[in-house]
């Protein structure tokens, strides 16, 4: 069986990693914005503009933990495109920095989805286990195993006392008690 036999084949630790990351990413930045709205009038009798500030630092949070969460489910659904997906990851995981970063647990488990994303290779299908390549495949089809054939008779030394089986007339030595090329029994 190769792996597909399985099921479709994904870079299954990116995926989490990616996918929590980018949860904890959302939700810290879902945190942000209600903080700044909740205590707006003590944010803002401190420094003017300062709800608003975080109000949109929060929205952008939000904005790259849900393009995080999408491109880690983009692992498991287009695995032809991994490496994009995970250099996407990176990069996103790294401008949520400015956020927060998802209380920096996200950022730190979307990172490294992104870089397990980029390194990582899809298995490869393991020689048969039962026999050749090719065994079971249909003689002369390409790939076949080639057809069994009688074996070689042993080459003969000169001067060593041989006799001829009666049956396919191929030179045996003389104390054969079968043919080494046909297996027929020596009379």
Do not use: D, H
């Not at 914005?33 to 608003?52: H, M, N």
């Not at 209380?103 to 490294?112: D, E, K, N, P, Q």
């Not at 026999?131 to 009688?150: D, E, Q, R, S």
Request: aromatic share 10%.
């Amino acid at each position: 069986m190769n792996p597909s036999s399985y099921g479709r084949v994904y870079p299954s630790a990116a995926f989490w990693l990616s996918v929590i990351g980018g949860i904890f990413i959302a939700l810290y930045g879902l945190l942000e914005i209600g903080v700044a709205v909740a205590y707006s009038s003590a944010i803002e009798s401190v420094i003017p503009g300062a709800t608003a500030l975080l109000v949109a630092l929060g929205a952008v949070a939000v904005i790259l933990g849900l393009a995080i969460m999408f491109l880690g489910f983009r692992l498991r659904s287009r695995p032809e495109s991994v490496r994009t997906s995970g250099i996407m990851i990176i990069v996103l995981a790294l401008v949520s920095f400015i956020g927060g970063g998802g209380f920096y647990i996200g950022l730190i488990l979307a990172l490294i989805g992104g870089i397990v994303a980029v390194t990582w290779r899809p298995p490869t299908v393991a020689p048969s286990a039962y026999g050749a390549p090719g065994y079971g495949t249909p003689v002369g089809a390409p790939g076949a195993a080639p057809p069994w054939g009688a074996p070689a008779s042993p080459p003969l030394q000169p001067g060593v006392a041989q006799r001829f089986c009666s049956s396919c007339g191929s030179p045996n030595v003389a104390n054969a008690q079968f043919c080494a090329k046909c297996g027929a029994p020596m009379s």
